[in-house]
């Protein structure tokens, strides 16, 4: 097996071997071969949600996870590799064969956290569920992220937790805290390097999951490295995509520059095009302020110190749409046993417009299913026993449409709306004005400065903060949608004519034309055009252009003699249907020539009289 040293800049001198899996021979891998297995991994955001619930956070690392986990002795026969002793190329190289799961392989994290939690399954008698389910619900792969009530609780964790995972052979290490009391309480060997010699006054910042941790002021921050990159679309998503930012705090901040991406893709420049002056002048604009979200910081824990035994949990989603960006976020209001209300930020979801033209109706009803997809991620993820769930948008478009029953709309929105019943009851959702709403600075986009003075998109609305007798007063009557609507699927009906036998088209046309011949030929430009119709309906349906291939375009051609022949028939057809439906079966043929010849007898066309008395004689 090939294998390679990789460095990481903020790792200096640590070296880590890595196999490579995915090396083909002969046009095959070893990752090609091997089989995946279910995906036991927890959410990212998850963990970072459980994360936020108490006040006393611990952090710590599986060391070498994937190591700690053998492969069976019959398949690591496939583990071979080569190493030079000393690093002398010269010399023989010497055979050795891997016996645990390697870091590249597609089956290593399946395998390892199911070693995991087998671990924990089989101690289930000997440890507290807390500590059971903390293997269950808090790992990110090799990261283990919890949050506990009180120093005392966090402490009892700990101990508990190593204990469990030696048994498994795992070593939890580079231990950090907010609780001064967990950190002495270990051994120094297997702190973080940070918290070794911790100083009396201040605590480090450190980064978990890609998320800088202030430890001292139990806050998330952000640490912005502006490199320098080339004024091109890969160099401006390159400075955009390196704001790591999974809980959506910074999306009110990040949307500007998104802006400026989508309007370098509508206008079809390459990826390493350069940009055109206004979008480069936006673009440093935004990077020059960029360094100032440093000083942006959203509290860690959803509750706030000293805050009382709690009496109801309740999520807040709101949703709002502009001409270039849909947004949903969501806060979890906190009310204790003495009435005390707090409100935190949870999650916010900013998503780019389509570049096709979307009306704003549409975009609102997007920004609604996103509120909705976001209860069920935060329900689901969250280990807090959440009482309601509300609702508020600013579009009273979208009210309407949740809840009418008895309109029938267009495919956008009838499964849309279905996706937002499936997630909610029209009950929960409420109206809210624009200045009230905090997902339009998400759906509009802010400056750093403002989204550290104003703050709303994290606090929430201020009248989260207060009483429910307090909230935004909603409409009596629900007001009607108009039959107008555009999103109103209209009703098909077929109607149906039929003309007097004395007033047909080929009446009107024997009447219109003198000459027999006259009449063949528009006959047949009819007929062309008839195919050409029939001919534009099937290239629809197989999703070909729908170009008509009209008369118009033979002009400059002629009828042939197979049309002319095809034409005359029509019209000959034309006259013996209308006469045999009206006579008797038994006799249909003689007297049908009797009642065209009646009927050519009275046209005033003295063409038409002899061409019939022709057809009757060679009958």
Same mark, same amino acid.
């Given at each position: ?6 460095? /990481? ?33 927890? %959410?990212?955001?998850?963990? #970072? ?7 006393? +956070? ?9 190591? !700690? ?31 645990? /799961? ?25 440890? *507290? ?5 903390? &293997? ?6 090799? *990261? ?15 101990? =508990? ?30 702190? +973080? ?6 100083? =009396? ?26 490199? $320098? ?13 390196? &704001?790591?930012?999974? #809980? ?66 309740? #999520? ?6 502009? !001409?270039?960006?849909?947004?949903? &976020? ?5 009310? $204790?046993?003495?009435? %005390? ?52 948008? =600013?579009? %009273? ?34 109206? &809210? ?6 997902? $339009? *600075? ?57 003309? $007097? ?17 006259? #009449? ?26 729908? +170009? ?13 003699? *197979? ?55 060679? !009958?």
């Amino acid at each position: 097996m090939l294998h390679h040293p990789v460095f /990481h800049l903020k790792k200096p001198g640590k070296v880590r071997v890595v196999f490579d899996c995915a090396a083909k021979y002969k046009g095959m891998s070893l990752n090609d071969v091997l089989l995946q297995g279910p995906d036991m991994t927890n %959410t990212l955001i998850g963990v #970072l949600t459980r994360f936020q619930q108490e006040r006393t +956070a611990i952090i710590a690392d599986i060391e070498s996870m994937f190591y !700690q986990v053998r492969v069976c002795p019959d398949d690591s026969d496939v583990l071979h590799f080569l190493w030079w002793p000393d690093n002398d190329l010269e010399r023989q190289p010497e055979e050795y064969q891997m016996t645990v /799961h390697l870091f590249s392989a597609v089956s290593s994290p399946s395998r390892a956290n199911f070693a995991l939690r087998e671990t924990a399954e089989d101690t289930f008698q000997r440890f *507290d569920f807390e500590v059971i389910n903390t &293997v269950r619900r808090n790992l990110y792969v090799d *990261d283990c992220l919890k949050s506990v009530p009180s120093e005392s609780e966090a402490i009892h964790l700990t101990a =508990d937790l190593r204990r469990l995972l030696e048994r498994g052979g795992f070593n939890l290490t580079k231990w950090v805290s907010n609780s001064r009391k967990l950190i002495e309480s270990l051994p120094e060997s297997d702190r +973080a390097r940070s918290f070794k010699d911790l100083p =009396d006054n201040q605590m480090p910042i450190e980064r978990t999951l890609g998320v800088c941790w202030d430890v001292e002021g139990d806050t998330f921050c952000f640490k912005i490295e502006v490199n $320098d990159k080339p004024l091109t679309r890969r160099g401006l998503l390159s400075v955009v995509s390196s &704001v790591y930012d999974p #809980l959506g705090f910074a999306a009110p901040v990040i949307l500007p520059a998104k802006a400026i991406l989508q309007d370098l893709c509508q206008k079809r420049l390459e990826w390493d095009d350069p940009i055109p002056t206004e979008e480069k002048e936006r673009w440093l604009k935004w990077l020059k302020d960029l360094p100032k979200f440093e000083r942006f910081s959203v509290d860690r824990c959803f509750k706030p110190q000293n805050f009382g035994r709690t009496a109801s949990l309740q #999520l807040h989603h709101f949703s709002d749409a502009s !001409q270039q960006d849909y947004s949903a &976020v969501s806060y979890l209001r906190t009310m $204790d046993d003495k009435g %005390t209300i707090h409100c935190s930020f949870v999650m916010g979801k900013p998503c780019t417009a389509p570049l096709k033209s979307i009306t704003i109706p549409r975009l609102e009803l997007s920004a609604a299913v996103l509120a909705s997809r976001l209860d069920k991620i935060i329900r689901r993820e969250i280990d807090l026993p959440i009482h309601e769930s509300v609702f508020w948008t =600013d579009s %009273t478009c979208v009210m309407n449409y949740i809840r009418s029953n008895d309109k029938r709309f267009h495919t956008f929105v009838a499964n849309r709306v279905a996706i937002i019943h499936d997630g909610s009851s029209p009950s929960q959702w409420r109206y &809210v004005n624009t200045e009230a709403n905090p997902a $339009d *600075d998400a759906s509009r986009g802010l400056a750093i400065d403002s989204l550290i003075k104003k703050n709303r998109w994290i606090c929430g609305s201020d009248f989260l903060w207060e009483q429910e007798s307090r909230w935004p007063t909603q409409p009596t009557t629900v007001q009607e949608i108009p039959d107008d609507d555009p999103e109103i699927k209209r009703e098909t009906r077929t109607f149906s004519a039929v003309s $007097d036998s004395g007033t047909n088209s080929m009446n009107k046309l024997l009447e219109r034309f003198s000459s027999w011949s006259r #009449l063949k030929k528009i006959m047949a430009w009819i007929l062309c055009y008839w195919d050409g119709l029939r001919a534009s309906c099937e290239r629809r349906k197989r999703g070909s252009s729908l +170009a008509l291939k009209s008369t118009v375009g033979r002009e400059s051609e002629s009828i042939n003699v *197979d049309e002319i022949n095809r034409a005359e028939k029509e019209v000959q057809n034309s006259f013996n249907v209308k006469a045999l439906k009206k006579c008797p079966i038994s006799n249909r043929k003689e007297e049908a020539l009797e009642t065209i010849a009646q009927s050519a007898a009275k046209s005033r066309n003295h063409w038409l009289r002899k061409r019939v008395r022709f057809t009757s004689l060679h !009958q």
